[in-house]
């Protein structure tokens, strides 16, 4: 998860955590995290307007207008660069404001841009597919802004001249919901640009929220609630002096048990009134940022290598000598579809989930794709004409 400031950061590492009570005495959840069995809660969507499956490979257009996006913000951060090192104070000061004016106008653009991309998902005007390609490119343009922003924190930092106000603008600017790190999106752009194997990713929108999910080697989830965000409230972790981290921490104690109570390991950073808390734990890690004003999750990641993920159940079916078996975990997590014809695997069958296909099972007769959210039916034909198919839920 990017939150990279090096203004108003603090650090704090713990292994094997006991967390005792703390200063808001919370040890519930929020109404907008899903408890899942045996593993971590999850962020999720209130109220999802619309889900869908995709796949991402090879994509030369989606690949080029990411690079055209980072080449750009190369060029933006040496163009400042040269402003800066030829001018004089009061010149140097205004260039800086003028660059953090201009990034703030920017990055308002993209939060427009995609709440409009959500909103036609929802609506059902545009696809999943779609959808997904769009938002890989907004975070190619995100992290054009956040590259900027870096640069121009470490003039802030470094700087002998004074830049008044330009911490708190640039800290109010890394914890907007269009500049946090987006993995999920980082493994479809890897997949595009041929730099990994496909992904099978769902995607699940609301008009307050986004989850993507993607599954190759690795599994990674990511959510964002904005109806969890209150950017202009006051702090609840901090008091006085203290910084907040034993009332955030107890937060997400609260909200992760099964994290906390199987030895995690876990560290966090502060940035303005978001804290971020990342957690190590026997399936894998999450990365959750706690808003300080509404105290709830509004923005969190998950990581996990799929075979490590827990099979809550094993749907079977068989017709005509062909076995379809659906290892499935939870709501938005991976599954394993496996296909054998008289035991031995089946390469090269479609796979298809409520009628879409999403790819074909390798030479073990395998393809992960992640489970959606709610019943749902896989179908699996053999390259012999046989489809079989089985009902999850």
């Known amino acids: 998860m990017r939150l990279r400031s090096r203004l108003t950061v603090i650090l704090l590492v713990v292994v094997g955590l006991s967390v005792a009570g703390g200063a808001l005495g919370q040890s519930g959840g929020q109404e907008t995290v899903s408890g899942v069995e045996n593993t971590t809660n999850k962020l999720s969507l209130a109220d999802p307007a619309a889900d869908g499956h995709a796949t991402a490979g090879i994509d030369v257009g989606t690949a080029v207008a990411a690079d055209a996006h980072r080449l750009a913000g190369l060029h933006d951060r040496l163009t400042l660069e040269e402003r800066i090192s030829q001018a004089e104070d009061p010149v140097a000061r205004a260039t800086i404001r003028e660059a953090v004016r201009g990034a703030e106008d920017r990055v308002a653009g993209l939060r427009a841009e995609r709440g409009e991309l959500l909103a036609a998902h929802g609506d059902g005007e545009l696809s999943t597919a779609t959808l997904a390609s769009e938002l890989v490119r907004l975070n190619a343009a995100a992290d054009r802004e956040r590259a900027l922003l870096d640069r121009l924190a470490e003039f802030d930092t470094d700087s002998e001249i004074p830049f008044p106000n330009v911490a708190e603008n640039l800290t109010a600017l890394e914890t907007t919901e269009s500049l946090l790190g987006q993995p999920a999106l980082e493994q479809l752009e890897a997949a595009a640009a ?31 609630l904005s109806s969890e965000r209150n950017r202009t409230g006051a702090n609840r972790f901090a008091d006085g002096a203290s910084p907040g981290w034993s009332a955030a921490i107890e937060r997400a104690n609260g909200i992760y048990p099964w994290a906390f109570a199987n030895e995690p390991s876990i560290s966090g950073i502060r940035t303005g009134d978001v804290y971020r808390i990342d957690i190590g734990h026997p399936h894998g890690s999450l990365e959750a940022l ?55 695997p089946v390469a090269d069958a479609t796979v298809t989930i409520g009628g879409r296909a999403v790819g074909q099972t390798d030479e073990n007769g395998e393809l992960r794709l992640i489970q959606p959210d709610g019943p749902f039916e896989v179908s699996a034909t053999t390259p012999g004409g046989t489809t079989v198919s089985v009902v999850g839920a």
């Open 194 to 224: 041929g730099a990994t194997n496909r992904q099978a990713a769902y995607v699940q929108t609301s008009p307050d929220g986004l989850v993507v999910a993607t599954v190759s080697e690795e599994y990674v989830r990511q959510a964002f």
């Open 290 to 344: 706690f808003d300080g004003a509404t105290t709830n999750v509004f923005h969190e990641h998950q990581f996990a290598a799929p075979e490590d993920v827990s099979v809550a159940a094993v749907e079977t079916a068989t017709t005509d000598g062909v076995e379809l078996r659906v290892a499935v975990t939870h709501a938005t997590g991976p599954i394993r579809v496996s296909v054998a014809e008289d035991g031995q």
